[in-house]
């Protein structure tokens, strides 16, 4: 049977357009006035793949739960026959756990036979990202390990439903649904328990394939999990915290340049963060974040060459230099803002944070320096480029913290082989995070270490695919999968839940996101660094292809351009040597 993505994948194949105006009935023009709009999203329906457990007592209270698993139609019935039968007694309450085979985003659609009530009936639904979330408590005012809350979207639903009807619920992040019947001395009819996938109808136009299958499905996960975060809005996850958070949007953003090319979901989402938080605000509230605000319209521009969306956002741009700028001293010492942070597992390490913190600063600076140029804004440009002179009069040491360290790299202020001899490499993956991870595998190629980083990808990013992930998820550590069960496995005592015994910070256990798109890093970073395309002119007009296969034979895919997809393909020789082979559409100039 063919995988869920690739079967996702096909369904995707028709481009969507931005939000169109529907077209109603005759009969509703002078009522509404145009002020509709259509839905820009696509729906599919996607039956169970399997039954994850049930509770039918002495074996009576839930029969014919295959029938679940069956195609449906949306339409009800007259009768009982070829349906799921779920019986509550007095004492006893039916119970049944659907996996739909893989993470999505969406609802359900219960399709309802007969009932021995005539009244509608009283059920629970608990949509779940594991096994164990499904079958957990919400505690939703103190976060804790072992809880999940129903923060931003409801996951835990007490609801009637009807018989001989139909009823759709839910709008979050899930792959798993438990269904109990609480009405004593009920019995219901489940014709159809279909999930309702939502998501943008857009071709994966970027490829990745090689002799390594695990990496393959790395790099496919990675497109995923970015492409469910696509919603209306590029969110950072799809059942929390479903917000624009642009630090979160930077990893996303090279994923959507390298798998679906030149996609408005990008400029929407800036448009609107600019009009969230207007100068002097920071991005989300955190400077950090305006800072990455920078870089993204520097790599943006650089993929689609946008002149036109560059200088929609000039007065913002030069509006945060000038910000900045007024906040670093003649010494190089910044005042901000009196928080600092990078990702949550690195905030124990204040000294560390700081350092990678100011390395954050000058990447960001040294990338609107470019975009002034661009927009041809000498005064401002030779403003961001005082401002980074400064700042490297006073460089803070790492502090043994990989996200310092790897900034550092990105930013100049260290020596990248240094860096990863010195902190980045030293354990592997021990102290990857899933956002900066993405800046480890970098830096790691800067320093020609390429063999070290697809080591790491198969091991962390991999060990996620290992507990059952087909997303990737907001925070993981290595040390968690010991004596741990799968997502996909109901939790057994003696043994650790992956997702509700671990977290920490604002992802307590099952509060912790498994679908988050600045996991996605390795896709990026694989499109770029294995495969070897690297964009030297904006526009993609100049491309440079410069594989690093390390261990692997082969290695072929797609990399879309504004002209058109780039087809390429590398494959080793017998005396060690690359042969490869580039087909890049007119106006695009390769240098190999």
Not at 401 to 430: F, H, R, T, Y
Request: proline letters at 4%.
């Amino acid at each position: 049977m063919k995988s869920f993505l690739l079967t996702i994948q096909l369904c995707l194949w028709t481009c969507a357009s931005s939000i169109l105006y529907a077209q109603l009935p005759p009969v509703f023009e002078s009522i509404y006035d145009g002020k509709i709009q259509k839905d820009e999203l696509t729906r599919i329906f996607i039956s169970p793949q399997r039954i994850v457990w049930k509770y039918a007592g002495d074996g009576s209270l839930v029969t014919n739960e295959n029938e679940l698993l069956k195609i449906g139609n949306s339409q009800t019935e007259l009768g009982k026959k070829n349906m799921c039968e779920m019986v509550s007694a007095e004492n006893e309450t039916a119970s049944i756990l659907l996996d739909y085979g893989k993470e999505i985003h969406g609802g359900i659609q219960l399709v309802l036979g007969g009932s021995t009530r005539r009244e509608p009936s009283l059920v629970r639904i608990r949509f779940g990202e594991s096994v164990g979330e499904c079958n957990s408590q919400t505690r939703n005012y103190e976060w804790g390990v072992g809880y999940s809350t129903d923060d931003h979207a409801k996951r835990d639903i007490i609801t009637e439903i009807p018989r001989d009807g139909l009823i759709e619920l839910g709008n979050t992040g899930f792959r798993f649904v438990r269904i109990d019947l609480l009405q004593k001395n009920t019995t219901i009819h489940i014709k159809e328990a279909r999930a309702i996938l939502r998501y943008r109808d857009i071709p994966y136009l970027g490829s990745f394939r090689s002799n390594d299958e695990r990496l393959n499905k790395i790099w496919l996960t990675g497109a995923y999990t970015v492409h469910l975060n696509m919603q209306e809005y590029l969110w950072d996850g799809i059942k929390r915290d479903r917000l624009i958070w642009l630090g979160d949007m930077h990893p996303e953003v090279s994923t959507i340049a390298r798998v679906f090319g030149d996609n408005d979901v990008v400029p929407k989402t800036l448009d609107l963060a600019c009009q969230q938080y207007p100068l002097p605000q920071w991005m989300n509230g955190m400077s950090a974040y305006s800072l990455w605000y920078l870089i993204i319209q520097h790599d943006w521009y650089k993929y689609n060459g946008n002149i036109d969306f560059l200088r929609k956002h000039q007065n913002y741009i030069l509006g945060l230099i000038d910000l900045i700028d007024s906040k670093v001293d003649a010494e190089g010492r910044e005042n901000l803002a009196a928080e600092r942070f990078l990702d949550w597992p690195s905030t124990p390490n204040k000294e560390g944070v700081e350092a990678g913190y100011r390395a954050l600063i000058v990447w960001a600076m040294q990338d609107a320096v470019k975009l002034c140029e661009i927009l041809k804004q000498p005064i401002a440009a030779k403003k961001a480029e005082a401002c980074v002179a400064r700042m490297n009069k006073y460089v803070k040491d790492h502090h043994q913290l990989k996200q310092a360290a790897s900034l550092m790299a990105i930013a100049g202020l260290i020596d990248p082989e240094k860096a990863c001899n010195e902190v980045v490499s030293v354990g592997g993956a021990k102290d990857f995070s899933t956002f900066y991870g993405y800046y480890m595998l970098q830096a790691q190629a800067k320093a020609g270490q390429y063999q070290q980083a697809v080591d790491i990808i198969r091991q962390y990013w991999g060990g996620m695919l290992g507990m059952g992930a087909t997303t990737f998820w907001e925070d993981f550590n290595l040390d968690w999968t010991k004596n741990a069960t799968r997502i996909d496995e109901v939790p057994v005592p003696g043994k650790k839940d992956i997702h509700g015994d671990f977290g920490a910070y604002c992802y307590p256990g099952f509060r912790h996101s498994l679908c988050h798109g600045w996991a996605s890093g390795p896709t990026a970073w694989m499109s770029e660094h294995i495969l070897g395309v690297k964009i030297l002119e904006a526009g993609c007009k100049v491309i440079k292809v410069e594989p690093h296969l390390g261990d692997l034979q082969w290695v072929e895919g797609t990399f879309p351009t504004p002209y058109g997809l780039i087809e390429i393909r590398h494959s080793r020789r017998a005396n060690g040597t690359i042969e490869s082979t580039v087909k890049a559409p007119k106006g695009i100039k390769v240098i190999k």
